[in-house]
């Protein structure tokens, strides 16, 4: 795993702790850099998305991959019996500890996951498997999540760029910041904020991989990151993978 995506989190983890904690933790960086708040509207609906997505039920156990600064593991927590956060980044995982008992947190990493075989019912990782550039990874990645999955359980792997609606993500990122320039009086920082890297998904090498392995799946829209009033909430061009067990 690329050691500089780590370096990347760790340091994101220290200098975002002030944001975590007054409950920022939805945002890419420059949203964080220029102040602005989602509104608690636009985190229920996200919350929904991947409720819905993995039909939870209140007696479940889940565990989030790539959990960063908790809010999943926040908003979660009312759905299921049981949830646990998994991070590579200990400044990611000492923000999400306000959300989380310690017991609950775990450090370890995607590939080589320090779980079980079989340990929970359903499992999610959103905002993560975006940053893996390389092919091979995301597909050894998705094997190591399923693998702590029960039979009958769902692992939903959120916020994937679709390639082929790349144009469609560039005009409502566009559109979203003429809107947060005109409320918020953007400064300059959104231009040039450090970002992690976001790989374009070729949802047929996607498709093709998780048939030659048998796995059966679905493909959802996922939540709109750009939500605002008048505004769809879920979008085309960032898809949801559901995978059964
Ligand atoms: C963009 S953040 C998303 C965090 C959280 N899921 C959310 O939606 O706010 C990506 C997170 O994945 C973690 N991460 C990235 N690669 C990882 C890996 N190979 N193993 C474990 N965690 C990883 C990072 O440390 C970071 O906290």
Not at 31 to 54: F, R, S
Not at 142 to 153: N, Q
Not at 162 to 188: N, P, V, W
Request: with cysteine; proline share 4%.
């Amino acid at each position: 795993m690329s050691t500089d995506l780590k370096k990347l989190f760790e340091s994101w983890g220290k200098t975002a702790k002030r944001e975590y904690v007054d409950q920022q933790w939805l945002l890419s960086k420059w949203e964080v850099v220029e102040g602005i708040v989602w509104p608690q509207e636009k985190i229920n609906l996200m919350t929904q998305t991947i409720v819905d997505g993995l039909q939870l039920q209140k007696s479940d156990s889940l565990v989030d991959i790539g959990c960063g600064g908790g809010w999943i593991l926040k908003q979660l927590k009312p759905y299921v019996n049981r949830i646990v956060g998994l991070d590579f980044s200990q400044s990611m995982l000492a923000n999400a500890r306000q959300f989380c008992p310690q017991d609950d947190l775990v450090c370890g990493e995607i590939g080589r996951l320090p779980f079980g075989d079989e340990v929970f019912d359903h499992g999610l990782s959103y905002f993560v498997f975006l940053n893996f550039l390389d092919d091979d990874f995301v597909e050894r990645g998705l094997l190591d999540a399923l693998k702590t999955i029960k039979k009958g359980g769902k692992l939903l792997v959120g916020q994937l760029p679709d390639k082929s609606k790349s144009k469609l993500y560039d005009h409502a990122k566009g559109e979203y910041l003429k809107y947060c320039e005109k409320r918020f009086r953007l400064g300059e920082s959104h231009r040039d904020v450090c970002r992690a890297p976001q790989k374009l998904f070729d949802l047929d090498k996607l498709r093709g991989f998780l048939e030659r392995e048998k796995i059966d799946h679905e493909f959802r829209r996922s939540f709109n990151p750009f939500f605002r009033p008048g505004v769809e909430p879920t979008v085309e061009w960032r898809f949801d993978l559901v995978l059964k067990k």
